[in-house]
């Protein structure tokens, strides 16, 4: 797909590791990549995110899902703009023990208003979660611009 619009500059700065604060930093997901409507990220199975059962919780999938779900428009909508998630479908494919979550989504609708993307979730080899959202961009106050 191919976008009017791709802020490099954010890109890197998405890439960089500065702290983003809120749930992405208390997880621990670092973004590795971002391009024109794509982005892959990551995140360490720690015991603290594993269920009783001694795999890793949904909610930390679901997690992660979100975060690259929205994250990934950021660089392609106009600054100032707010991209919120309205609709999330997560397949849980195969439990997870340990090793690292990478999670790539990738764009494949975009309007001015609207925007769909697919998430493919893997541990190593293993594809474990596949998702498509739904997310809303809000304008940029005028302010913001």
């Known amino acids: 797909m191919v976008f009017d619009r791709y802020d490099a500059d954010l890109a890197a700065t998405m ?10 930093d208390y997880l621990g997901i670092r973004v590795t990549e971002v391009g024109p409507g794509t982005m892959s ?4 199975v720690r015991p603290e995110l594993l269920n009783p059962f001694g795999s890793a919780h949904g909610g930390t999938l679901a997690a992660l899902v979100d975060h690259v779900l929205g994250a990934v428009l950021y660089p392609i909508i106009p600054r100032g ?4 998630t309205t609709e999330l479908k997560l397949n849980f494919l195969a439990p997870v023990r340990d090793g690292i979550l990478v999670a790539r989504s ?9 925007a769909v993307v ?7 080899d293993r594809l474990v979660g596949a998702a498509q959202g739904t997310v809303t961009i809000s304008e940029p106050r005028v302010d913001q611009q």
């Open 81 to 84: 703009a707010w991209a919120a």
């Open 15 to 24: 890439v960089s590791g500065i702290p983003v604060g809120g749930i992405p």
């Open 41 to 44: 990220a990551e995140l360490a």
């Open 118 to 124: 697919r998430i493919d979730v893997a541990n190593g």
């Open 106 to 114: 990738e764009v494949i609708s975009l309007t001015k208003r609207t």
